[in-house]
């Protein structure tokens, strides 16, 4: 593999947070959907740290990573995602630059416009499996929303 091909490669995280029985979901800002709270680590990072920083930067939170709940890939993006069960430790829910707004919701009272593959991620985090899940997300992100519509 080239090194340019290498560089286009991507690591993102998410977060997994429940309070109370229900799961905290983020409003995007740049569109009109809702998903765990997340995005690309950044050089230099732990995984650990990342997942704090996209938490805090999208909802204002602060929290502890307590366990892998599944690992994601998504070759149509170079991408891998790694989904976390966090644990809210401080800060204040709050919209962000990145969210619009952020909320907590009835694992059954989803939105319709949750990134399905987020919904899929949330779905894991309630088997509630002692062990990681590995899963290939093989759809574009258009195609997943044009579908979660229908």
């Known amino acids: 593999m080239s090194e340019a091909s290498l560089r286009k ?3 993102a995280v998410s977060a997994v947070i429940f309070q109370d029985g229900k799961i905290l979901l983020a409003l995007r800002r740049d569109i009109d959907w809702w998903n765990l709270p997340g995005g690309g680590m950044e050089i ?19 929290v ?7 690992l994601y ?12 069960l966090c ?11 990145e969210s619009r707004e952020c909320r907590y919701f009835s694992p059954d009272q989803l939105p319709a416009n949750l990134l399905p593959k987020h919904r899929q991620r949330v779905e894991d985090a309630l088997l509630n499996q002692p062990e990681a ?5 093989l ?3 258009e195609e997943d929303q044009r579908l979660a519509l229908e």
């Open 44 to 62: 230099g990072e732990t995984v650990e740290e990342a997942v704090r920083r996209e938490v805090r930067e999208e909802t204002g939170l602060e």
């Open 87 to 97: 644990q809210r430790i401080g800060g204040e829910l709050t919209g962000t630059d």
């Open 73 to 84: 890939s998504k070759p149509q993006k170079q991408e891998i995602v790694l989904s976390f």
């Open 64 to 70: 502890a990573v307590e366990r892998l709940i599944g």
């Open 9 to 11: 490669f991507r690591v």
């Open 139 to 141: 759809s574009r992100t």
């Open 133 to 137: 899940i590995m899963r290939n997300q």
